[in-house]
């Protein structure tokens, strides 16, 4: 999301045609306000106004180049009539400086982005994901922010040098710029670290996106002088409005899950769980089915269930599932009920040995009837109380 100011300076720098960018600009103030009048007047003279007095300029500037335009019947430079405005005119304003555009381009890529790896800074990251946590309120809608970092880069910066850790970093940036969608925002956010916004994304979708971030980082060779480098990253996902509320409890969040995608060997991406569990989690010991979803004929693998929640599910399985695989489980709850059905996603997957591995799944109640999300509860509560409990299949 830019700011007037971009957006103003975008406009005159794509648009050669005086007359064109002023109908443009008009519609800039139809959309922003009586600001955008002292933005255009700061970037255009170096003179920072107030918005009253920068629109009665503005005016008088454009009704200047009509008057000189039809005195010699031909169309005057928008430049040339703020000159002689202000030479003429304006003797309050002698100080004022016509201000080369690249200049203010320069000025403005610097303020927002990083000079190293040329993704957006810091300051300017905080900004966007103020702008959007606050549509996400208002429109009810998802937000997600994935925190990354190089790992082991202080070791590479001590033994190869920081020129190398300079180099890694820009082939990073690169990597990320080149895999974000359209609506994502991606900035250095200080040192090795990275984060992406991603408005509008639910965080078990975003952990898709950060697992194929990773997966490309990681596949691409740096070529050190004589040495080929593989350089992994670690990451962590936190959302809104599932996790946080606000914009630094959210950075925190998705921080703290990088710390626990480093401290499970790195080289992984770790959602944000809440260890104060919001849902009731019992044991839950079953012989279990699992389908992927989406595919005809697909294989039904069977592993057994450890525990269970409204949230979801965790089991052990023999063959690993790919991080964000949509899948089908099928659970036997009591011997004469039908088996319960949950849709869900893979959110974590943990090598127990060589053929062993627990996969933790996220429910996917948009996916499911609401009949499924009853039964679970009902179940649950007749878990947790002896009195209501079911006779346990054998």
């Known amino acids: 999301m830019i700011s007037l100011k971009e957006s103003v300076l975008n406009c005159r720098i794509n648009i050669n045609d005086d007359d064109i960018f002023i109908d443009e600009f008009n519609k800039l103030v139809e959309n922003n306000g009586e600001e955008t009048y002292r933005i255009v007047i700061q970037i255009l003279t170096d003179q920072d106004l107030e918005s009253e007095e920068a629109k009665k300029n503005w005016i008088e500037i454009i009704t200047h180049r009509e008057n000189i335009s039809n005195a ?34 320069k000025a403005i890529k610097e303020s927002t982005h990083d000079n190293l790896t040329g993704l957006f800074n810091k300051a300017y990251f905080r900004n966007a994901l103020n702008q959007h946590l606050s549509l996400a309120k208002r429109n009810n809608t998802d937000l997600s922010v994935l925190f990354l970092d190089i790992d082991d880069f202080k070791e590479i910066n001590d033994t190869l040098g920081h020129h190398t850790g300079d180099d890694i970093l820009k082939i990073v940036a690169q990597i990320i ?176 040995g060589t053929d062993n591995f627990d996969i933790g799944m996220i429910l996917s109640f948009k996916e499911m009837e609401k009949t499924a999300k009853d039964e679970i509860s009902k179940f649950l509560i007749q878990q947790s109380d002896p009195r209501q409990a079911q006779p346990t299949p054998k």
């Open 72 to 105: 010699l019947d031909r169309k005057i430079s928008l430049m040339t009539a703020i000159t002689d405005y202000l030479d003429s005119y304006k003797e309050s304003l002698k100080e004022h400086k016509i201000v080369e555009i690249s200049t203010y381009e």
């Open 177 to 352: 710029n080149q895999e974000l969608r359209s609506s994502d925002i991606a900035a250095r956010f200080g040192g090795d670290e990275f984060v992406v916004l991603m408005p509008n994304t639910y965080k078990t979708n975003a952990l898709v996106f950060s697992e194929r971030l990773r997966e490309a980082i990681m596949q691409k060779p740096i070529k050190i002088k004589d040495e080929i480098l593989q350089i992994t990253m670690s990451g962590g996902v936190a959302g809104f409005p599932v996790d946080a509320q606000n914009v630094q409890n959210l950075l925190n969040l998705a921080d703290s899950a990088l710390y626990r995608a480093k401290g499970a060997g790195k080289n992984n991406i770790s959602l944000f769980v809440n260890d104060k569990r919001r849902f009731l989690r019992i044991k839950f010991n079953r012989t279990i089915q699992i389908k992927r979803l989406g595919f005809r004929n697909t294989r039904v693998l069977s592993g057994t269930s450890k525990d269970i929640a409204i949230g979801g599910i965790l089991f052990e399985n023999k063959e690993a599932l790919p991080i964000g695989t949509k899948i089908q489980v099928s659970i036997p709850v009591t011997e004469k009920s039908d088996p319960l059905l949950l849709i869900g996603t893979v959110v974590r997957v943990e090598a127990l």
